[in-house]
Structures are given as structure tokens and as C-alpha cells.
């Protein structure tokens, strides 16, 4: 069973993509489209394109593309029917009953109701006896009550069947509870135990109030110290951060990025609630891209240690990718931040508030940690620090941020300014150019990869399949010419798998009066989908005329007439002949 094309029709009629898309992105109009940095990959030049027309579309940098169900199920992390859903909602419809599969949607849902019960029974563990090492423990660290509460931190007793009965006497089937990563398979098979034991508990919250996932950190000295929930169907490590769903409501333009649960909270419970942290994993570009949409600016706030400075080393890139503005944050005598307003106590969140403002950018950062390699009390030490800085500026893509550190530089080791600004140009150009060309080129290698996946034969029929996409193309941008193309070209004469199915799809759809791609987003898997808008929006720019369709059918006809690798091996002299003679013939 599935949704009706007339209810899908509806809800993307009353949910134009381009005014969904501006509440997760600023976007310009170019011409009939609109553009915009893409929410989706990290970029500073837009290659993200809403065509207005028919409702959809595509990146051209991450080849990421599809309509505004596409769209939703991308930007909110949901299936097609949650998405359909939220749509519908938006919209003020109710969706039809019972006339869809959603078991992958009714699953999701159990899992979220298996962690909210787990969350309760962790919080309430906390106040049971076996619970006092562990809320000792949080109280030693000065959390209040009221942190508890908020964050809802708990505990999760000692035994491996503690959670497992609670939550089975509350109607949980082990599949769900699987499925939660709440608890796994004994090793004989025929039960289920907890994963989390002798933990203090801390959920994950996503920003609609779901709780997610759950980190744990060991009561004991066992290892690993935290063990955090695996992706299910409702979480993904790389794609989440633990309290966004508080910092989104601080109504600040920075956030802040810890390295651990504790700072956060520590940070929050001393007035700053935008502090998040990731989750058990170094800072992904997924992670970048996602703290792009809440704020502009994000302040590191890494541990003084080795460890905390590599991490910090390593997230300055990542940041600036995504188009962040980067700060790092100087934690005076080596202390984490949990620990630095514990001990500046009642002064606590006025000493905090004190280091955040005088935080330097991640130039000042990078520069500082660049003259500790050098002896700055000689003339060598000074100009290799020179060229080292030299090749830092011009590695930025702001020239007044070039400008301001060019001037800096020369007060510091005594030059003209002028001099450096000509060296930072000079290196600027080059690397400058040589990264954007990388990574475009990366991300087009990446993209061609994909296609080769989803159309295996493309590569050794690149002319066919060139041809066959521009048909499909055409086809769906002109369905009143089907008789037309009916007329002249079967199924049977494309070439590639991939695309005699799309070509079978759209025929059927547009035979049967239905508008070609109202559920594609249904009915292809999301490679497939981007795919497919690539194809149709790439009609912007090949030729649509009549003489250009017939061009693209005789170079399909004439490519499926070839003989392939196998008929030359088998085929008779006879047998060739007659084919270079049928060859000839057709291109007189
Ligand atoms: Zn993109």
C-alpha cells in the first residue's frame, strides 16, 4: 500500500520548496532559480539550486538533489513517510489512514518510547541506593539538582537484566529493544541483557525532544570510560551533538564545542547553554555543517592537554570548511573547562564569561602555537617563524583577515608590512587556487563514483548513456511529446539497465496521465533520487530542441545495434559483415 499520488501532489503543492528551504538556509535568485550554499556539504561558493519551476533541486558540488520530500528527509534525518508527515503537518493536512507502509516509521517510534522509558528509569535509579557512588560522583562535581534534572542524567544499576525486565514488563519486544541498542543478545542466542551497567547515564536529546541515544561513563576503573549507543534507526554519532536541542534555544550566534558531556553541562549549569559536544567521536563535516545552521560563529573549547590540542589542530579546518568562524579558547593553567569554573566556584561563570570574551580567532590561536616552535630572540628563529606565518595567511581566503595578521606580523618580528602582504599574495594565489581546484575535483570524483554504482554500464556506454539521460531528460520535461518518442524508440533499445528503467517509469507514469515525478522520492533509493534530479535538471543545459531529441534517439538506436564484447567473440565473418553493411546503410 502507498500514498496516493493525489495526496503527494497536495502536499507538495502546499509546500513550495523554496519557502521551506529559505527557514534552513539563506537564498539568492539567479534568474528564474534560486542559489544558495549547499546544507548539505561544506562550501563558501554556492552550487546549491532550487528550481523554482518544478519544485526542485540540485547541488552541483555535492550532487545531492530531489524535491522538497527529498529535501525534508535530507535536512531533518527522516524516512519518506516521516517526512511526508511533517510536510502534511505543516500544511495542515492529516494524512490518509492505514494506506501506507510505515513500519519503518512505527519502529522509529518504539525506539524513541523505549529510550524515553530507559531515560525515566535511569533518573530514577539515581535516588535508589545503588545509585548513591554515582550521584556522589555528580555532586562532586558540583552539579545541582536542578543540572540533573534538566540534562536528565541518571544511573544504570549493576546487573545485565536491570533494564532489560523494566522495559519488557512495559510491553518492549527484544526486536525493539535491539533495535534501541538498549541491550543485545546473550552470546548463546535465546536472550537479551543491557548494554549499559554500572553507569552514570546521560541521554541525547535530538532537537524535536526525542531522546536519541545515550552516553555512559563507567563507575568504575574498567575501560572504555564512556560507551555511547551504536547508529540505530534513530541516531547517527556522526550526524548529532549532545545538547544542541538546548543550545539551539540560547538565541546566540556562537556555540560552543566541548570535548565532553561534562563540560557541557558544567558550561550550561554557569549560564551558557550554548555548549555542545560530539558524541564519542572526533568532529565530522556532517557535524560542521550542522552547527552552520544554528550559528556563525563556533568557539573551541578543547582540554589544554595533547589530546585536546591535536583535536583542536584538527576542528579548525573542519570549521572553517563549513564556513564557520572559528575561535579557540584559552583555558588559563592547562585546566578543562568543567574543571576551571568548579575551581574559580561562586566566580565561576563571571571568570568563564571573562576568558570567552577574550578569546582570540584561530589565527591568533595557530599563530601562537607556530612561534612556540621557534626561538624568537634570534634573526633565524624570527624568519622561519615569518615564513611559517607567511604560509598560514595565505592559506585564508580573507583578505582582511590576511590584512589584519599581515599588520600584526610586521609590528611582531619588524618588517614592512607591505613586503608580507606581497609574499601572502604571491603564496595566496597558488594555494588558494590549487585548493578550491582539489576540491572540486574531489567532490566531482566522488559524484561520478556514485553515478558508476548506481549505473555500472555507464562507464563503458558513456556515448548511450549521455544520449539515454538526455532523452529521459527531455521526456519529463515535455511528457506531451511520449507519442512522439513511442513512435520512434522501445525500451528494448536503451542500453543501460538503470536507465530502461527510468525510461519504463516515466513511460508509464505519463501513459497513465500522471505527472512523471511526483514519487520518485518514494519509489528510488536517495543515490537513485539525486541521480534522476541530476538527469531531469541537466535539461537546463543541453539542447531541448526537436532535432536534438532525434539526434539522442539514433545514437541510442545506433549503440544498442553494436554488437557488445561477447557477439564479436561468437559472432561468424558472415555475421560481421552483414552488421558493417546494416551499419553503413543506416548512416546513409
Ligand atoms: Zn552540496
Known amino acids: 500500500m502507498r500514498l496516493s499520488d493525489d495526496f503527494i501532489s497536495e502536499v507538495k503543492y502546499r509546500n513550495d520548496l523554496s519557502d521551506i528551504a529559505s527557514g534552513y538556509m539563506t537564498l539568492k535568485r539567479r534568474g528564474r532559480n534560486l542559489v544558495g550554499l549547499c546544507p548539505f556539504h561544506g562550501e563558501k561558493t554556492p552550487s546549491f539550486n532550487i528550481y523554482t519551476e518544478n519544485g526542485s533541486f540540485y547541488c552541483f558540488g555535492c550532487g545531492v538533489g530531489g524535491d522538497v520530500i527529498t529535501f525534508i528527509m535530507k535536512i531533518e534525518n527522516l524516512d519518506y513517510i516521516e517526512a511526508v508527515k511533517f510536510l502534511a503537518q505543516r500544511a495542515g493536512m492529516s494524512m490518509p489512514e492505514e494506506s501506507f507502509d510505515d513500519s519503518l516509521s512505527k519502529l522509529r517510534t518504539r525506539v524513541f518510547e523505549a529510550n524515553r522509558e530507559a531515560a525515566r528509569f535511569f533518573y530514577a535509579g539515581l535516588y535508589t541506593k545503588e545509585g548513591e557512588n554515582a550521584l556522589s560522583y555528580l555532586r562532586s562535581r558540583a552539579l545541582k539538582e536542578s543540572t540533573i534534572r534538566h540534562f536528565g542524567l541518571g544511573f544504570a544499576p549493576d546487573s545485565r537484566f536491570a533494564l532489560t525486565n523494566h522495559l519488557k514488563s512495559k510491553g518492549f519486544t527484544d526486536a525493539e529493544l535491539i533495535a534501541a541498542n538498549l541491550v543485545f543478545k546473550t552470546r548463546s542466542g535465546n536472550g537479551v541483557v543491557d548494554r549499559f551497567y554500572n553507569r552514570v547515564m546521560f541521554p541525547i536529546i535530538d532537537l524535536r525532544g526525542n531522546v536519541i541515544a545515550f552516553g555512559g561513563r563507567i563507575m568504575t576503573d574498567q575501560k572504555p570510560k564512556y560507551l555511547n549507543t551504536s547508529d540505530?534507526?534513530?541516531?547517527?554519532?556522526?550526524?548529532?551533538?549532545?545538547?544542541?536541542?538546548?543550545?539551539?534555544?540560547?538565541?546566540?550566534?556562537?556555540?560552543?564545542?566541548?570535548?565532553?558531556?561534562?563540560?557541557?553541562?558544567?558550561?550550561?549549569?554557569?549560564?551558557?547553554?550554548?555548549?555542545?559536544?560530539?558524541?564519542?567521536?572526533?568532529?565530522?563535516?556532517?557535524?560542521?555543517?550542522?552547527?552552520?545552521?544554528?550559528?556563525?560563529?563556533?568557539?573551541?573549547?578543547?582540554?589544554?592537554?595533547?589530546?585536546?590540542?591535536?583535536?583542536?589542530?584538527?576542528?579548525?579546518?573542519?570549521?572553517?570548511?563549513?564556513?564557520?568562524?572559528?575561535?579557540?579558547?584559552?583555558?588559563?593553567?592547562?585546566?578543562?573547562?568543567?574543571?576551571?569554573i568548579r575551581k574559580n566556584g561562586d566566580n565561576g561563570t563571571a571568570a568563564f564569561k571573562n576568558i570567552l570574551e577574550n578569546t582570540g580567532n584561530d589565527i591568533d590561536y595557530r599563530l601562537y602555537k607556530l612561534r612556540s616552535n621557534f626561538d624568537m630572540n634570534t634573526t633565524q628563529g624570527k624568519l622561519s617563524y615569518l615564513s611559517e606565518a607567511i604560509k598560514l595567511l595565505s592559506s585564508l581566503d580573507n583578505a582582511v583577515e590576511q590584512d589584519v595578521y599581515a599588520s600584526k606580523l610586521a609590528e611582531e618580528v619588524n618588517v614592512e608590512k607591505s613586503s608580507i602582504i606581497e609574499q601572502v599574495k604571491k603564496a595566496n594565489k597558488k594555494t588558494y587556487v590549487t585548493r578550491r581546484k582539489k576540491e572540486f575535483s574531489n567532490l566531482q570524483k566522488e559524484i561520478s563514483a556514485r553515478d558508476d554504482v548506481i549505473n555500472p554500464q555507464r562507464k563503458e556506454k558513456i556515448r548511450a548513456s549521455t544520449a539515454e539521460e538526455n532523452l529521459i531528460a527531455f521526456l519529463v520535461n515535455n511528457p506531451d511529446k511520449l507519442p512522439y518518442i513511442e513512435k520512434r524508440i522501445q525500451a528494448e533499445d536503451f542500453v543501460t539497465d538503470f536507465n530502461r528503467k527510468l525510461y519504463v517509469y516515466f513511460f508509464d507514469r505519463i501513459k497513465n496521465s500522471k505527472e512523471p515525478l511526483t514519487t520518485v522520492s518514494a519509489d528510488f533509493t536517495s543515490d537513485e533520487v539525486s541521480k534522476i534530479y541530476k538527469i531531469v535538471t541537466s535539461y537546463h543545459s543541453v539542447s531541448g530542441t526537436m532535432t536534438a531529441l532525434d539526434e539522442y534517439i539514433k545514437i541510442i538506436k545506433d549503440e544498442s545495434s553494436k554488437p557488445s564484447q561477447e557477439d564479436i567473440k561468437s559472432a561468424s565473418d558472415e555475421q560481421m559483415k552483414d552488421f558493417f553493411k546494416n551499419l553503413r546503410e543506416s548512416h546513409q
Open 232 to 340: 540505530t534507526v534513530v541516531f547517527s554519532k556522526s550526524n548529532n551533538l549532545f545538547s544542541l536541542n538546548n543550545a539551539k534555544n540560547a538565541g546566540s550566534k556562537s556555540l560552543i564545542l566541548c570535548e565532553g558531556y561534562m563540560d557541557v553541562i558544567a558550561i550550561n549549569q554557569a549560564g551558557f547553554q550554548n555548549a555542545v559536544a560530539t558524541l564519542g567521536t572526533a568532529l565530522t563535516t556532517e557535524q560542521a555543517i550542522l552547527m552552520k545552521r544554528y550559528c556563525d560563529e563556533v568557539i573551541i573549547c578543547y582540554d589544554s592537554d595533547e589530546a585536546g590540542q591535536k583535536a583542536t589542530a584538527r576542528a579548525i579546518p573542519i570549521l572553517r570548511n563549513a564556513g564557520l568562524v572559528v575561535r579557540v579558547l584559552n583555558i588559563p593553567d592547562g585546566k578543562d573547562p568543567d574543571e576551571f
